[in-house]
């Protein structure tokens, strides 16, 4: 068992680690995440019948696993709203979480698509750090994510196009403040 | 003034490709050490639920077996009853019967009524549990565990190392699956996971040498190659010999035998000719704190005379000289303890004075391998400020580990 885990780390480790930070974009709870991923894959290998590539089944437990964590953190984001009685007003809670040293380090640009990629859909983001972030290809992609061929186009295209908005908005935003 | 830049779809997938590589500062050991603790944490869940069940499932079975007896019987005994009137002692026992059932029925009804509401409460309490252990996910994500439980499916082997200062001795554990391997070929198959630089420990003496396990009889012979640079100094020798009873320790054998290439007997620098090892010899656990190098449990020696007491009450000493940190906090202290047969309880006091979890569980970790060198196999800790901390439920007996300090195997299964 254990020499999978090492194998397994050596393999894909970096890129699943990367894809589980883009995801979550908080340090410490990819590293939480990346262990639940271990944990999955270890108790699943038996079971791994080889019908997609190693990669593409860690990838997607991996996908699993981040879904697994927005949905818990919806609910508790829910109950905290309806505690509060914020409702509609929820969406103005500020999102604190850490820029991390590798972000904080790059120009404005690469900051600045760091907080637009949040903006993107789950799908969308998934589809664009499987596909720019990391390079992968738009089959591997479809099978990590479970989509058809087709449904990672247009997701990827939608994406693009929302980040470009989001990347103006952004730019228009800082335009107006420095002109005040 | 900023001219507004618009943004193509050429450079949005330039920024998107120049994204920066974010790394997982955890490093592979560490990985490793925090799946297996869930992972044993999750383990010994499932298997309770599953005892619990079958528990369940058990007494339900007896339960519903006596109620279909009586539902069975019951018309019978009251038709011998219409029937027969010429005996009243016979009625009298008769009505005794049946109030007896009767309050049998009732009691049974309230068994199945609580069994019922125990099944309930246990299904809600192993939610609470599986919730709690996906809570915990979070929670106790920094938390390292250093021990390797005992698991039927796997098989562990032992590979032991001096410290820097040639003191004593680091044990690492690796883990396989059962049906994979044999003890013997994982202990001979340990060379491609070793990596003592990474570990901050002095090189693995026993590389050449092929180890052949003999579990019935409790021997293992060691056999060395007839070129292999035995230790000459005394302190090369004592690691050497420390090492070997350490891992082998944990696999019930009582002897070591040595030989070099099938002949009996190895030439050490002051013990010439020597033919095997015996294995008993007490050790305690503290914890090796490298400068380059995870911080792993070190396996040192006490005197055959040292009782438990006076072992635990050892753990609370730091060795500077040696990087070698106690595992008792200072303002912690250990009080009473208490033994019964193979259980071993002890009370803490200042128990509101550990500085974190990570400091609880190190301890407790430490004194469970101590408490097995001294033959316990489970410990009961009293007055810890927490019900819990990493995989160990702290109001139940805690099974003492397997080995220390799990490793993973980085080559694949001979």
Redo the contacts between chains.
């Keep these: ?3 999978v ?3 397994l ?1 050596e393999k894909y ?2 890129d699943l ?2 894809f589980i ?2 995801m979550v974009k908080n ?6 995440l ?3 991923v ?2 999955k894959v ?2 699943s290998y038996d079971r791994f019948k080889g019908d997609s590539s190693e990669k593409t089944w860690m990838f997607s437990i991996a996908r699993h696993v981040t879904i697994d964590f927005f949905r818990k953190q919806k609910r508790k984001r829910n109950r905290i709203m309806e505690f509060f009685d914020w409702g509609e007003h929820g969406h103005f809670i500020q999102d604190d979480q850490p820029i ?1 040293e ?2 904080a ?2 120009n404005e ?2 900051q600045k ?2 907080h637009c990629l949040e903006r993107c859909t789950t799908d969308q983001k998934s589809v ?1 750090i499987l596909r ?2 990391q ?1 992968m290809s738009i089959q591997e992609t479809a099978d990590i994510l479970g989509m058809s061929v087709s449904k990672v186009k247009t997701t990827q295209h939608r994406g ?1 196009k929302a ?2 908005t989001y ?2 908005e952004e ?2 935003e ?2 107006k403040s ?2 005040k | ?2 001219r ?6 050429d450079s ?2 330039d ?12 490093s ?1 050991e560490d ?2 050490r ?2 297996s603790a ?2 044993n944490k ?1 383990l010994q869940r499932q298997s309770k639920r599953k005892k619990l069940a079958t528990g369940w499932g058990v007494g339900m079975a007896s339960v519903a077996a006596i109620i279909i007896f009586l539902i069975a019987a019951l018309p019978s005994m009251q038709q011998e009853q219409a029937y027969d009137t010429s005996s009243s002692d016979e009625s009298v026992e008769l009505s005794n019967d049946q109030a007896e059932s009767k309050d049998g029925d009732q009691k049974e009804n309230e068994i199945d009524r609580s069994s019922d509401a125990n099944t309930q409460e246990e299904s809600s309490s192993s939610e609470k549990a599986e919730s709690s252990f996906h809570d915990s ?2 929670t106790e ?1 920094s938390l390292i565990s250093r021990v390797v439980t005992n698991n039927e499916n ?1 098989l562990h082997a032992i590979a032991a190392f001096g410290d820097f200062q040639g003191q004593y001795v680091v044990p690492v554990t ?4 059962k049906e994979s391997n044999t003890m013997e070929q994982l202990y001979n198959s340990l060379e491609g ?1 070793l990596d003592e630089d990474e570990w901050g420990v002095r090189a693995y003496q026993f590389s050449s040498v092929s180890f052949d396990i003999n579990k019935e009889e409790g021997v293992v012979v060691v056999n060395f190659p007839e070129d292999y640079d035995f230790p000459e100094s005394s302190t090369q020798e004592n690691i050497f010999i420390m090492s070997l009873k350490v891992m082998f320790g944990p696999l019930d054998v009582n002897t070591i035998k040595l030989e070099t290439e099938g002949e009996s007997g190895v030439n050490l620098g002051n013990n010439t000719g020597l033919e095997e090892i015996n294995i008993s010899k007490r050790s305690i656990y503290k914890l090796y704190t490298p400068q380059n190098g995870p911080q792993l449990f070190i396996s040192i020696p006490v005197n055959q005379g040292t009782t438990i007491a006076e072992a635990l009450n050892e753990l609370k000493v730091d060795e500077p000289a040696f990087t070698i940190e106690g595992t008792i906090p200072k303002a912690v202290d250990i009080g009473d303890i208490t033994t019964n047969g193979e259980l071993l309880e002890v009370n803490i006091n200042g128990g509101d004075n550990f500085d974190g979890d990570q400091q609880m569980l190190t301890m407790i970790e430490s004194i469970l391998i101590t408490a097995k060198q001294f033959g316990f196999t489970q410990v009961k800790f009293n007055h810890l400020p927490k019900d819990e901390v990493g995989m160990y439920d702290l109001n139940k007996t805690i099974s003492v580990p397997y080995s220390v300090n799990p ?7 001979p």
């Design positions: 068992m254990d020499s885990f090492q194998d780390y480790h970096k680690f990367q930070f883009y340090r410490e709870q990819a590293e939480d990346v262990q639940e271990y944990i270890m108790n991390p590798e972000i380090l790059q640009e690469i698509m760091y664009i720019y972030i390079s693009m980040l470009q990347m103006n730019d228009e800082g335009i420095e002109t | 003034m900023k507004n830049k618009y943004h193509s779809n949005i997938k920024l998107l490709k120049n994204m920066p590589d974010v790394e997982d500062r955890q592979s990985l490793y925090k799946i869930k992972r999750e996910m979070t994500s796997e690796f883990s396989v699956l996971s490793m993973p195997l980085q080559q694949s299964a």
